[in-house]
């Protein structure tokens, strides 16, 4: 194990008993690879605050690190204050602090926290060094951002506010990640910056994620993903051989550690992490 990097894998709260099974299998086989941590979704607007609940419970209940996400729009200062409360009294030391989407047709009214940084500096105003304080990164730009400078400028604002580190969207070009850190340097930001690796299974339902979420699927990926139609095999194969490259592009560029979106699936993760040998 690399043991200067950060490795950490993301679950989304399950809808069903089944969901929850499945999801505690997965965890079971991840957490043998020994993670930093596991971090857990939360919906927008909080529309799965209690199954995010249920699903931090049950982590902390086996021993595992945790780092729920909290999001901020449509959060009033005290009900923010009132689940930070809630989980610092369960042992929680990391916190992944975003400004979240709001549920669709809301709007952004509502909620007395309209940015990440608001919240970034509310967690430290109230918890000090308490929680480890995780935001997001985008190499490729936020898709609500007027230009790229602008969102470096959000970006820095949150380190500013008392982050400890950040965890990027997922992409697929190694360029955009070392151009976007280089763009850091040259304003003085020098918090860490973890990729988010997305594996690849599926390419109808990761175009459109990635179409709604403003990450990017370099135009060769995306027809070779096409050309392989329904045949399931070759996608993943292909996929692995994509994303085991660009992660072992980026820790060779000297990224701190890797932070994988399981999509609550341990095979295609884990098969990222064996063929990098980490």
């Given at each position: 194990m690399?043991?200067?990097?950060?490795?950490?894998f993301e679950l989304f709260p399950p809808k069903t008993e089944k969901g929850m099974t499945n999801l505690q299998e997965t965890v079971r086989r991840l957490n043998e690879r020994h993670p930093a941590?596991?971090?857990?979704?939360?919906?927008a607007g909080g529309s799965t605050r209690d199954r995010t609940f249920a699903t931090v419970d049950w982590l902390v209940s086996q021993g595992i690190d945790t780092a729920p996400h909290l999001t901020c729009i449509g959060l009033s200062v005290d009900e923010a204050l009132?689940?930070?409360?809630?989980?610092?009294?369960?042992?929680?030391?990391?916190?992944?602090?975003?400004r979240g989407d709001p549920p669709s047709g809301t709007g952004l009214a509502g909620g007395e926290l309209t940015?990440?940084?608001?919240?970034?500096a509310l967690i430290r105003e109230h918890h000090g060094e308490h929680f480890h304080i995780e935001v997001a990164a985008y190499p490729e730009m936020h898709p609500q951002a007027p230009n790229f400078f602008t969102d470096l400028d959000h970006f820095k604002a949150k380190v500013e506010a008392g982050a400890h580190s950040a965890i990027t969207q997922y992409f697929y070009n190694a360029d955009a990640y070392t151009h976007f850190i280089d763009q850091c340097i040259a304003r003085h930001i020098d918090t860490p910056i973890v990729p988010?690796?997305?594996p690849i299974t599926n390419y109808g339902n990761?175009?459109?994620?990635?179409?709604?979420?403003?990450?990017?699927?370099?135009?060769?990926i995306r027809k070779r993903l096409e050309a392989y139609a329904d045949d399931v095999d070759s996608i993943r194969a292909f996929g692995l051989d994509v994303v085991?490259?660009?992660?072992?592009?980026l820790l060779e560029v000297g990224a701190p550690g890797l932070h994988f979106y399981t999509m609550n699936q341990a095979g295609p993760t884990l098969a990222i992490w064996d063929r990098l040998g980490l």
């Open positions: 690399n043991t200067d990097k950060t490795f950490s941590f596991f971090s857990c979704t939360y919906g009132e689940i930070l409360d809630r989980y610092r009294d369960q042992g929680i030391r990391r916190i992944v602090a975003l940015h990440a940084s608001e919240l970034v988010g690796i997305m990761l175009a459109r994620f990635s179409d709604a979420c403003g990450a990017e699927i370099p135009r060769w085991s490259e660009l992660c072992g592009k």
